[in-house]
T-cell receptor, first 115, second 115 residues
Framework: GAVVSQHPSWVICKSGTSVKIECRSL??????MFWYRQFPKQSLMLMAT?????????EQGVEKDKFLINHASLTLSTLTVTSAHPEDSSFYICSVDGTNSLEQYFGPGTRLTVT | AQSVTQLGSHVSVSEGALVLLRCNYSSSVPPYLFWYVQYPNQGLQLLLKYTTGATLVKGINGFEAEFKKSETSFHLTKPSAHMSDAAEYFC?????????????FGTGTRLQVTL
């Protein structure tokens, strides 16, 4: 399967600032990537589907102007949390759609803490 | 619309005992089915998946699951639990349309293994 990395693995930022999270597919050309957020002891909630070279598709209730997604190449998608607030503190996980394998390959996640 | 129900948010077994984690799905057409495991502060790792063919699927770490269409179930089992199996387990489904598609996750089951 695909190897997926995320950077940073954890980040602390101050309220009102922006933070960018990178998701890289190291050995697989990722036409489609997904971004999830996970609150403590809860399941994964899909935020958006990221398609290479086009605009991301956001799930209902997810603010696209707050969570900016860019998928400019087949190996990199970025999620920028703009004007972060404490309620944005969460575990953010990306995944790569394996297409033919019908499965998704997940990154290790990024822990965001907004103070 | 698809949905996934995992009965039991927390399951505790003794080391060496049978592990049974329940998953039921709701879908107009049998979907593709997955079990993922998540260790603390990590991403998700695929245990096994059912797409077509044999309904009893064997995965990694001694886990297996059986797709039962009549019961709309995909329960995860392991004959003998090991301490290292303690983790969060997620059942997930996706439509069997054959195109890139979103996963719908269950709420997760935390497996505790005791001595």
């Amino acid at each position: 399967g695909a190897v997926v990395s995320q950077h940073p693995s954890w980040v602390i930022c101050k309220s009102g600032t922006s933070v960018k999270i990178e998701c890289r597919s190291l050995d697989f050309q990722a036409t489609t990537m997904f971004w999830y957020r996970q609150f403590p002891k809860q399941s994964l909630m899909l935020m958006a589907t990221s398609n290479e070279g086009s605009k991301a598709t956001y799930e209902q209730g997810v603010e696209k102007d707050k969570f900016l997604i860019n998928h400019a190449s087949l190996t990199l998608s970025t999620l920028t949390v703009t004007s972060a607030h404490p309620e944005d503190s969460s575990f953010y996980i990306c995944s790569v759609d394996g297409t033919n394998s019908l499965e998704q390959y997940f990154g290790p996640g990024t822990r965001l803490t907004v103070t | 619309a698809q949905s996934v129900t995992q009965l039991g948010s927390h399951v505790s077994v003794s080391e060496g005992a049978l592990v049974l984690l329940r998953c039921n799905y709701s879908s107009s057409v049998p979907p593709y089915l997955f079990w993922y495991v998540q260790y603390p502060n990590q991403g998700l790792q695929l245990l096994l998946k059912y797409t077509t063919g044999a309904t009893l699927v064997k995965g990694i770490n001694g886990f297996e699951a059986e797709f039962k269409k009549s019961e709309t179930s995909f329960h995860l089992t392991k004959p003998s639990a090991h301490m290292s199996d303690a983790a969060e387990y997620f059942c997930a489904v996706r439509p069997n349309t054959g195109t890139a598609s979103k996963l719908t996750f269950g709420t997760g089951t935390r497996l505790q293994v005791t001595l």
